[in-house]
C-alpha cells in the first residue's frame, strides 16, 4: 500500500523559511517523479514544483521559482520542499505526489497516481 505523508507545515511571518518532508512508503521515490502541488479553498490544486526519478531534473513554477528547491533523500526514500522569502500568497494546503511514470516530469496533477493528505502552510503578512 503506498503511502505519502508529508510534514513541516505551519505558521509562518513573510519573508520566512519552511521546509516540508514527504516520507513515502510502498513505492520508491528513485523509480517515480515526484511533485509537489497546493490547493486554497476555492482554487484548483496547482503545481508547484517537480523532481525527476534521477534526481537530476527539476522544474518549478514561475510564480515560485528561485525561491523554492525541490529534493529528495533516497536513502530516506522522503521529498523535500525547502521554501524561502515565503509570501502571504504562498498559504495554502501542500501535497506530495507521486507520478509512476518514471519518463515524464509532469505539472498536471492528473498525471500524478499518489497523493499525500497535505500539510498546511500559512503566511501571516
Known amino acids: 500500500q503506498v503511502q505519502l505523508v508529508e510534514s513541516g507545515g505551519g505558521l509562518v511571518q513573510a519573508g520566512a523559511s519552511l521546509r516540508l518532508a514527504c516520507e513515502a512508503s510502498?513505492?520508491?521515490?528513485?523509480?517515480?517523479?515526484m511533485g509537489w502541488f497546493r490547493q486554497v479553498p476555492g482554487k484548483a490544486r496547482e503545481f508547484v514544483a517537480a523532481i525527476n526519478y534521477s534526481g537530476v531534473s527539476a522544474r518549478y513554477a514561475d510564480s515560485v521559482q528561485g525561491r523554492f528547491t525541490i529534493s529528495r533523500d533516497v536513502a530516506k526514500n522522503t521529498l523535500y520542499l525547502q521554501m524561502t522569502s515565503l509570501k502571504a500568497e504562498d498559504t495554502a494546503v501542500y501535497y506530495c505526489?507521486?507520478?509512476?511514470?518514471?519518463?515524464?516530469?509532469?505539472?498536471?496533477?492528473?498525471?500524478?497516481?499518489?497523493w499525500g493528505q497535505g500539510t498546511q502552510v500559512t503566511v501571516s503578512s
Open positions: 510502498g513505492l520508491t521515490i528513485s523509480r517515480c517523479t
Open positions: 505526489a507521486a507520478d509512476t511514470n518514471i519518463l515524464s516530469l509532469a505539472v498536471a496533477r492528473n498525471d500524478y497516481d499518489y
